[in-house]
Structure formats: C-alpha cells, structure tokens
C-alpha cells in the first residue's frame, strides 16, 4: 500500500516597523504594532486566521472526524506561537482539537524560522530546543522528525538530525538532485547510518499550493477526482506521497472563492475509494517503509523558488551584508544576558527579514510582496541596517552600565547593569 503524507507548514514572521535612522538610539521598538503607520502584525495574524486559520482547522477536524484514516502533519515556527498566544487563545486552542484527534503529528523546526543552521550552530541548536520545549509545553507533545526553516537541508544537516535523536527528516524531491529516481521513495540521507529522508513530490504539492486557481493552467480547474486519479497513476510504483506546503495555501494564498476549501474536503472521499492508498503521519511513514536508496546533497537544498537553493535570502549584496551583520554580532548579544535584547536579536533572524530584501523580479517576484511591509528590497535593507545599529548602541550602552556596576571586588552586579 502506498501512504498519503500530508505536512503543512505554519508560520508568520513578527514584521519591523519602518525604523529610520533618526529613530536610532531613541526607539527601540522594532516590530509594528497598532500604532504603526504600515502593516501591522496584529492586523495580518487576524486577517489570515479569519481566511486560512479557522475555515481550515475546521474542515481538518471535519475530516479527521469523518474518517479515521485521515492524518495529516504541521510545523509550527515559534514566532507564530508567540503571535498565536498573545493575539488570543482561539487559533491555538483550534489547532489543539485537531491534535486530540490522536492523529496529528507535530514536527520540529527553529523556533524563530531563522537560517541558523547556516551562520551559527550553536544558536541553530538553541532555537530547536526552544521550539521542542514549546511545543512540549502547548501540546504535550514531543517531536520526532526535523524540517529545517523554508526546508533547507543538506547532508550535513541530515547528519545533525540523526545525532540529535531525530528519526526522521523532510526535504525537497528536487529532479536535480534525484536524476532518475522518485521522490516517492524513502531514503537514507549520505553519511548517515538510522535516519530517514522523506521528499517532497513538489510537482503534485504545487498543483494545489501554486497552480489551483490559475486559469492559463492546462489543468484548470482542478477537481478533486482528477487530482485523486493523478495520485493513483503514481501510487502505483510509490511507497509515499508526500505532499508539503504552506497552510495558507487554503484561504490565504488560494482565497475561499476559487474552491479550496471545497477541493480540501472532498479529496480524501475521492482518493479513499482506492484501497491500496492510506493516509500516514510523517513518523508512520519512516517506521513503516525501509530506505530504497542513498541521498546525496552536498549543497543547500530548499522548496524555494526556481533554483531551489538560498538564493531567495542571500542571492544578493545587501542580503549578504544584512545576514553577515546581524550574526556578526552574536558573541556579544548572547554575553549582555539581557533577555529583552536577545530576544530582539533573535527575531530579527526569522528569514523574512531577508527575503523581503530579495530582488529578483522574474515569475517569483510576486511571491516575495506577499505581506512585505516595505516599499522595495532597499527599503527593507535599510530598515534592517538601522535596527541592527540601534540593536549594537544597546549592547554598548550595557557594557557601560555593567562596568559601572562592578563591585570593589572586581565583580559585576547584574541587577544594577540592567537598570
């Protein structure tokens, strides 16, 4: 029997108010509120719950209702926890009935949807615990199988995951990297020896994620038995199918009125009339099917745009100089203690603050104004450069403090430096 694995990723960046540089030294409020002038993260959280949170839960938990073979997977980025919590209890207390079904898996990812792993393992390990706590602590659970921020991976990665315990670990089924085998196979990423790889099929999960309300598609409009007779062509050679993506997919980035929502309910009564097809957590897939073969990438991999690589955060200049800039000045941020700080920090590393910088202006570039709060990727930049000045004058204005606290004996009270 082949596995239908459904993972939907969840997640929205805390966005920075537009900060100019008269505003350094004097503000140190980085991320919009109701006070500010442009898109505020209040506004957005609400506005993509109202669309895409709530009428989605809702038909998940309808499904997982109806039928008992259904299971599906989320990731949750911490940022979006934390907007969850403080814009109010009612997106997380929907997405806990559906995990009190029994039969939804929660995967592990960093908790500030940063590209750690890539500038600073030590900060990359620190942000996965806190997402594993946090995830521990909203929904007694505990995480079996990694997906890294925008799915970005390489062998390295892999090899990480499998020393950390992980058992499983997501990535996309890219044809570059794949030659002539499918994605539809597990396998055992290189230099590992336990580890499972499970890979995007991309061409099917974009189907519905990119292509479902496009007119000038051949396929248009796309039905849930055409898309259920696509899966049963394929799952005839497959041991999974793995269909990732965003979950503002449903509502959000493919609004109500092109019939999503009717597509997402009525595809497992479509595909559930083959019985050689399941529905599988990411986790019961890697217990169930042995790897078929050896992966290989050296380079980094991500389900991002048409190169597939980080292009889409770092592919230029003023990307480079803002990501270098900001981990540059990690030693110091971590040794202030100061937990106000730290956290600032630590949200300016979640990867949109990049990739609103990109300047790619091909058929990709309307992906990345998707929410963007500023008026073009040098706006962006400066904006970012700003913070990161203003973020460097607090550090140094604790040094100062924290050297005048220090006691007769040479050491430092702590309390009085914070004040």
Known sequence: MTAICFYFQVHQPLRTKKYRVFDIGTDHGYFNDSSSMNTNNREVFSKVSKKCYFPANETILKLLKKYKEFKVSYSFSGVFLEQALEFGNEVIDSFRRLIDTGR?????????HSL?????????????????NMVKKLFAMDTQVFRNTELAYTNELAAWAENSGFRGILAEGWDPILG????????????????????????????????FSDKSWSEWPLTSQKYSAWISEVEKNAQTINLFMDYETFGEHQWRSTGIFEFLESFPTEILKNKNIYFATPSEVISRFKAVGEIDVPAVLTWADTERDLSAWTGNEIQ???????YS???????????????????LTTSDHFYYMCTKWSGDGDVHKYFNPHDSPYDAYINFMNILRDL??????YRRMARRATGPGGEVNMNNARK
Request: hydrophobic letters at 40%; a positive charge; aromatic letters at 14%.
């Open 392 to 397: 460097d004058l607090r550090v140094e204005n």
């Open 320 to 326: 480079q100089s803002a990501i270098a800039e900001l």
């Open 116 to 132: 750690s792993f890539f500038y600073s393992k030590v900060e990359f390990e620190k942000q996965v615990n806190l997402h594993k």
């Open 104 to 112: 939804v898996e929660i995967l592990s990812e960093t908790y500030y």
């Open 180 to 211: 002539w085998r499918s994605p539809n196979f597990v396998y055992r990423p290189k230099g590992t020896e336990k580890i499972k790889l499970l890979l995007k099929n991309y061409k099917l999960s974009d189907d519905i994620a990119f292509r």
């Open 329 to 347: 000045l990690e030693r110091k941020i971590l040794a202030t203690d100061d937990q106000k700080i730290i956290r600032d920090w630590r949200m």
